[in-house]
């Protein structure tokens, strides 16, 4: 009984992991009338508890992870609910009540990982909202009129649907900081919108068919951008949309069609995280030694080799992780050695004769991976560190004939074959 006393007090309870698939769901919850949180995760809701409808101070509920086809029940007749989470289920159109986006306080929804294939009916009515998944799902077109009141949205997800356009309403929002459209087929949309998000920091297009075409000529007014993904798809360049970015920290380019780089890169001074693997990569531009607060520089699957690496990667002082798998490296530039923070050197897959001796004075280094290097002689280590290796003459037939080439193979390198 004394513990019976306490439950009007309790104000968040976590269910999840239980099983209620029988149809059994604990009575004492509706006792528990103070309830402010209530999470049934993993719990095998068909669903909705009838209990529910005591919890009239109940602002958040997740129902991740269950078997719903349904959020039909009492959740319109709790007037604080403020977040409903219900990602993974097996929720079609008609499961989604209307009545609930007339909640004063709606302002958290996610319906992720269901089987939506239209946005929710009335859902311009929940004009508090500011965070919206949609996430994959098969929707395949967004109604004009749902920005038109939503214009407080904070963070919107729409990937992994099958949108092809999008409305030009989307320009009103302002405040929105996370935009996420990965995997729609969005060919024909000019995403003419992205300069009026204003506040935009997060901004990811992976596998959405851009091009030069069909991105922005400008996002010089995206001062807060932060975070870009333009990943899997047809730039055979960086859109020059992409260099005014002053405020890039994240940067993912990898799997398009790029072959070169603009000196323009120099711009990205924020810049610590830069991802262009499987790309058409020859070489890298100097300018790329001036990123001084790259942390991590993927570039696996290109066609690198020794010279297409500045000799000045050195400068790149927090340089963390060096990712270079599957290119044509001969060598290494001695200069990537002065990076002493590197953690992680991947290197497999490439045509490496050695590595410089410098190499053993990385000794943070906990990842060093020169597999599937059939030629690889690990060069000895030195008796002791000492100032000479900051000298070094960086030709690629200078490092062959250290390495023990034959002059046949360092003349070939003399004369670029």
């Given at each position: ?208 068919q851009r091009m030069q075409s069909n991105l922005p000529t400008s996002l010089e007014s995206l001062v807060n ?193």
């Open positions: 009984m004394a513990a019976t006393g306490v439950l009007p007090f309790v104000r968040g309870v976590d269910l999840s992991g239980n099983d209620f698939k029988g149809g059994y769901f604990p009575e004492h919850v509706k006792a528990m009338t103070s309830l402010r949180w209530l999470k049934l995760n993993h719990t095998g809701l068909c669903y909705l508890p009838e209990e529910l409808a005591a919890l009239q101070k109940l602002e958040h509920l997740s129902v991740s992870h269950n078997s719903l086809t349904t959020l039909h029940g009492e959740l319109s007749g709790l007037p604080c609910l403020r977040a409903i989470v219900a990602r993974a289920n097996s929720l079609k159109n008609s499961g989604v009540p209307d009545d609930i986006f007339q909640l004063e306080d709606l302002s958290v929804l996610d319906l992720s990982h269901n089987q939506l294939t239209e946005c929710p009916r009335e859902l311009e009515n929940a004009k508090n909202m500011l965070v919206l998944n949609l996430g994959h799902n098969s929707i395949d077109t967004i109604p004009n009129q749902l920005f038109i009141n939503l214009t407080d949205l904070l963070y919107l997800d729409l990937s992994n649907n099958k949108l092809e356009s999008l409305p030009p309403q989307m320009r009103r929002l302002v405040h929105l900081q996370t935009l996420i459209l990965n995997d729609n087929p969005l060919l024909h949309a000019q995403l003419r919108q992205l300069p009026a998000m204003t506040a935009l920091q997060t901004l990811h297009l992976r596998n959405t951008l932060a975070d870009v993904d333009l990943s899997c798809n047809d730039l055979s360049r960086v859109p020059e949309c992409l260099y005014t970015l002053g405020s890039l920290r994240r940067l993912n380019l990898s799997s398009n069609q790029i072959s070169e780089l603009s000196l323009c890169i120099d711009q990205w001074t924020q810049l610590e995280t830069l991802n262009l693997s499987r790309n058409q990569l020859t070489s890298l531009p100097s300018a790329i030694c001036k990123l001084t607060k790259l942390k991590k520089m993927y570039l696996n699957s290109n066609k690198l080799d020794f010279d297409g690496i500045p000799s000045g990667i050195g400068k790149l002082a927090n340089l963390e992780e060096f990712m270079a798998a599957d290119n044509n490296l001969e060598l290494i530039p001695e200069s990537l050695c002065r990076c002493s923070k590197l953690r992680k050197l991947v290197l497999n897959k490439n045509r490496l004769v050695t590595l410089p001796e410098a190499i053993h004075f990385l000794t943070d280094v906990e990842v060093l991976d020169v597999r599937e290097n059939p030629n690889l002689v690990m060069p000895p280590k030195p008796a002791e560190r000492t100032s000479e290796w900051y000298n070094i003459d960086f030709s690629l037939q200078n490092q062959l004939r250290l390495a023990g080439a034959s002059p046949a193979t360092v003349a070939a390198a003399a004369a670029g074959k």
